[in-house]
Nanobody, 119 residues
Framework: QVQLQESGPGLVKPSQTLSLTCTVSGGSITTTYYALNWIRQPPGKGLEWMGVIAYDGSPYYNPSLKSRTSISRDTSKNQFSLQLSSVTPEDTAVYYC???????????WGQGTQVTVSS
């Protein structure tokens, strides 16, 4: 069964870099899925797509976050990661990863992890 799990620090100071990792079980991030996404939800707001890394390793980003966002993958660990630099309290949110299957009209989601930006 496919499972995704976000991990990383729950508290980040302003101006620092937020780093999260998504560990994928039950499928290969190179052969099972064509898109690996990061999405966030600030408190009281809707979901915001941050970016994606495609099956060939090519990243694409939300233009509003592009200058601060980096998504990468580690195929040997079946993981992909998010780095968001120069964070402010407005970056406080629940952060989710998901993966889109090649053969099924299905997107698998992690449970989300709370990240708070505060000094």
């Amino acid at each position: 069964q496919v499972q995704l799990q976000e991990s990383g620090p729950g508290l980040v100071k302003p101006s620092q870099t937020l780093s999260l990792t998504c560990t994928v079980s039950g499928g290969s991030i190179t052969t099972t899925y064509y898109a690996l996404n990061w999405i966030r939800q600030p408190p009281g707001k809707g979901l915001e797509w941050m970016g994606v890394i495609a099956y060939d390793g090519s990243p694409y980003y939300n233009p509003s976050l592009k200058s601060r966002t980096s998504i990468s993958r580690d195929t040997s660990k079946n993981q992909f990661s998010l780095q968001l630099s120069s964070v402010t309290p407005e970056d406080t949110a629940v952060y989710y990863c998901n993966a889109r299957s090649y053969r099924l009209a299905t997107t698998y989601w992690g449970q989300g992890t709370q990240v708070t930006v505060s000094s």
